[in-house]
């Protein structure tokens, strides 16, 4: 079957198996290898990507159901050579270790902030009724936010500190 997406703000046309995963497509089909094969079932969150602006497990998406979205991998992030601001963060706050899960915790980070600026609660939030917004961001928020990406190299105070910084500084 023949799928056409936008990949990173370029229209790739991509023929494939119909059992074919988003994140096998991205990764065997197009060459980017930034989005990570880590446990294949949808449980750690490494394979992370946006799909017209939401986060999605690739992993557990048929890339024949993506036909004429627009997908972001952690390739797409960087604007005319510099690092997207939740990259940075990363950076400046050491929110890696082995790197592995890195790629898929930014690109949760990202669609969570875009989530909070759309006043999107979570199940930490403790007042619903009332739109939420980044002032109410606290550590407990974050994690329970990005509680579907794993670090195996245990990072998650950094990671939750990097957040925290690219959110307040969007």
Known sequence: ?????????RVRTMTMEPRTTLL???????GLTGTKKACDR??????TVHVDGRRV???MTLAAMQDGKH???????ERDGNLHPVQNAFIEHDGFQCGFCTSGQIMSAVAMIEE????????ATTDVARPFS??????AEIRERMSGN????????????AVAEAAARS
């Open 134 to 139: 980044i002032a109410d961001l606290s550590a």
């Open 71 to 77: 997908i972001t991998t952690i390739e797409g992030l």
């Open 24 to 30: 096998d497509a991205l990764r065997d089909e197009l």
């Open 116 to 123: 909070v600026k759309a006043g999107w609660p979570s199940a």
């Open 57 to 59: 497990l690739s992993c």
């Open 150 to 161: 794993l670090c195996r190299c245990a990072c998650y105070p950094n990671i939750v500190d």
């Open 1 to 9: 079957m023949t799928i056409s997406v936008a990949v990173n703000d």
């Open 42 to 47: 949808g449980e750690c969150g490494a394979c």
